[in-house]
């Protein structure tokens, strides 16, 4: 079935660094896929999305690209700030008529000074 | 932007008691949906529904019920509450090619 891999559980920088959290998917439908954030004790809110293949999508600071060859959709930033620390997740759309998402566990990104 | 809000915000049960947690949405989403979210698993979809009067299963739905009496709200019912229950709950609709999640409801089960 569909699936989404988040292969980091948490990532902890210092402020100013490049960051990027890796997503991979499996799916037979034609990918939709999401980045959420979650800070803490808030609910998560989108951050990306996109469907198109090799296409970046930018947002906050955050860019994503979609490669349908690798399966992937990996978050980036330049330059994190202590602002970024929270909860990332990957998700999937099914695709169907259900409008459901598939998460990925989720990558804790805490931001040290 | 859409507008999700859920009551109640925090909860404690008691095991073997019946619970209701509630959503309600403002922006005319047929889709909606309930997860729970415990460290380690993410977010898990328990029910959801695509029009009032109907209710799906999720990927774990043993022990909750589901209520959509009309297409802004949407019930969560736990009526044997147990331990393992203990989690954050989010009630999210979905429109315009994304989810927008509620504010979650922090239920402890003792």
């Known amino acids: 079935g569909d699936s989404v891999t988040q292969t980091e559980g948490l990532v902890t920088l210092t402020k100013g660094l490049p960051v990027m959290l890796n997503c991979t998917y499996q799916t037979t439908y034609s990918p939709f896929l999401f980045w959420y954030v979650q800070h803490l004790n808030e609910a998560p809110k989108l951050l990306l999305k996109?469907?198109?293949?090799?296409k970046r999508t930018e947002h906050q600071g955050f860019y994503a690209t979609l490669h349908k060859s690798s399966s992937s959709f990996h978050l980036q930033k330049s330059s994190v700030q202590l602002s970024d620390s929270a909860l990332y997740f990957c998700?999937?759309?099914?695709?169907?008529?259900?409008?459901?998402?598939?998460f990925g566990l989720g990558t804790t990104l805490q931001v040290q000074p | 932007e859409a507008a999700v809000t859920q009551s109640p915000r925090s909860k404690v049960a008691v095991t073997g008691g019946k619970v209701t947690l509630s959503c309600h949405q403002t922006n005319n989403h047929d889709y909606m949906y309930w997860y729970r979210q415990d460290t380690g698993h993410g977010l898990r979809l328990i029910h959801y529904s695509y029009v009032a009067d109907s209710t799906e299963k999720g990927d774990i739905p043993d022990g909750y019920k589901a209520s959509r009496p009309s297409q802004e709200n949407f019930s969560l019912i736990l009526e044997l509450a147990s331990l393992s229950q203990t989690a954050v709950y989010f009630c999210?609709?979905?429109?315009?090619?994304?989810?927008?999640f509620g504010p979650g409801t922090r239920l402890t089960v003792l």
């Open positions: 998700a999937l759309s099914d695709q169907g008529n259900t409008r459901k998402l598939i």
């Open positions: 999210a609709s979905w429109g315009g090619y994304e989810q927008y």
């Open positions: 996109s469907s198109t293949d090799n």
